[in-house]
């Protein structure tokens, strides 16, 4: 079955430096989406994209925060000056059509900020 | 806005016991339900799913009934084996602006089941 995949696994960032965090959506899908889920706390919103722009953000996706499909396979996520509290479980996901279908998810990126 | 409630965790059960996770929601519209499910170490699974009132979603003998009326959507298995350990995540999915979907997650109930 296809998956959702995601690189690195595990990611150690001194505060204050850029991150891209990488995500492979399955290949036939159209509408991807970055979620974070902070150590012991609920799956959050950050970020919905389809037709190569943002169709809608959370109040968590400031400027620092940014996504970008670069090509045909890779959907993106750059922080630009890391801090402490981006420290979380980085998800992302995708789905073949809008509406209410089930989306496919990775494994996560976890993000430790030093 | 979209909310899910979900029971604190965590549930400790033995092997074969009946299990129950209670789920209700908030939305505006029809939104579509989901039980996803995080095993140790691991991403984000669907375990099933309910997109209209009445409908029950199964998986590997879990079930869920879309329960309009009590905006409920708890979970179900008969029996629990030891490899159902995991964090089970009720979850929502409802038009947002433009007309796409975001889901809205509940704060996880983690289920340990004891030999």
């Not at chain 1, 993106?76 to 980085?90: F, G, H, N, Q, W």
């Not at chain 2, 409630?5 to 016991?17: D, F, K, R």
């Not at chain 2, 298995?77 to 947002?96: I, N, P, R, T």
């Amino acid at each position: 079955e296809p998956e959702v995949t995601q690189t690195p696994s595990h990611q150690v960032t001194q505060m204050g430096q850029e991150v891209i965090l990488r995500c492979v959506p399955i290949s036939n899908h159209l509408y991807f989406y970055w979620y974070r889920q902070i150590l012991g706390q609920k799956v959050e919103f950050l970020v919905s994209f389809y037709n190569n722009e943002i169709s809608e953000k959370s109040e968590i996706f400031d400027d620092q925060f940014s996504v970008e499909r670069p090509d045909g396979s890779n959907f993106t996520l750059k922080i630009r000056s890391t801090k402490l509290e981006d420290s979380a479980m980085y998800f992302c996901a995708s789905t073949n059509r809008g509406g209410n279908q089930p989306q496919h998810f990775g494994d996560g990126t976890r993000l430790s900020i030093l | 806005g979209n909310s899910v409630t979900q029971m604190e965790g965590p549930v400790t059960l033995s092997e074969e016991a009946f299990l129950t996770i209670n789920c209700t929601y908030t939305a505006t519209g029809y939104p579509s339900l989901f039980w996803y499910v995080q095993y140790p170490g691991e991403g984000l699974q669907l375990l099933l799913k309910a997109t209209k009132a009445d409908d029950k979603g199964s998986n590997k003998g879990f079930e869920a009934t879309y329960r309009k009326e009590t905006t409920s959507f708890h979970l179900e298995k008969g029996s629990v084996q030891v490899s159902d350990s995991a964090v089970y995540f009720c979850a929502l999915s409802g038009a947002s602006r433009g007309g796409y979907q975001k889901v809205t997650f509940g704060t996880g109930t983690k289920l340990q089941v004891i030999p």
